[in-house]
C-alpha cells in the first residue's frame, strides 16, 4: 500500500471513529429528535440552590461549554456533577474554603422525553452539598 493509501484509509477510519462517537453521545443536536431538557444555572440562591456543571454523563467526559441549557436523548443517565459559580459567603452557616465544590458528585437521573429538569446543588450545615432535582415539568419547546 503506497502511502496515499495508506492516508486515504486513516481518514476514513477516523471519519468512522467520529461518527461512532457522535453516534453515542446522549445530546441532541435538534429540537426535533425526542429528549428531555436539564437547566443547570437557575438562580435559586433563595431557596438555598446553587447552580452546577455536568462534567461527565455516564463516566464520558462532556466537552461541553453550554452549561446553562442541555438537551439530552431520554434514558437512564449517571451525571458526574461539579459546582458552578458560588460564592461561598452566600451559602448560610458557611465559612470560605477554597475545598468547597472541587469534588463531583454523582446524580442518576432517568431523563423522559419532554420533560423539563431542573438541577442544582444544595448545601447541608456541615458544608456538603448534594445535586438535586429540584424542580421538573413539561419542556417548553
Not at 3 to 28: D, E, I, K, N
Not at 29 to 44: F, I
Not at 76 to 88: C, H, S
Amino acid at each position: 500500500m503506497n502511502a496515499r493509501s495508506c492516508a486515504w484509509v486513516l481518514g476514513l477510519m477516523l471519519t468512522a471513529m467520529g461518527a461512532a462517537t457522535m453516534a453515542a453521545s446522549p445530546f441532541v443536536g435538534s429540537r426535533s429528535e425526542p429528549h428531555g431538557v436539564l437547566y443547570l444555572n437557575v438562580n435559586q440562591t433563595a431557596k438555598q440552590i446553587w447552580p452546577v456543571k455536568i462534567w461527565a454523563v455516564d463516566g464520558e467526559l462532556t466537552n461541553r461549554s453550554d452549561q446553562g441549557v442541555l438537551w439530552i436523548k431520554p434514558g437512564d443517565y449517571t451525571f458526574n456533577i461539579k459546582l458552578g459559580a458560588v460564592n461561598i459567603a452566600d451559602v448560610p452557616g458557611l465559612s470560605r474554603s477554597a475545598a468547597y465544590g472541587q469534588k463531583a458528585h454523582e446524580l442518576k437521573l432517568n431523563v423522559q422525553a419532554g420533560t423539563a429538569y431542573y438541577i442544582g446543588a444544595k448545601f447541608a450545615a456541615s458544608g456538603k452539598w448534594q445535586p438535586v432535582v429540584w424542580k421538573t415539568e413539561a419542556a417548553k419547546y
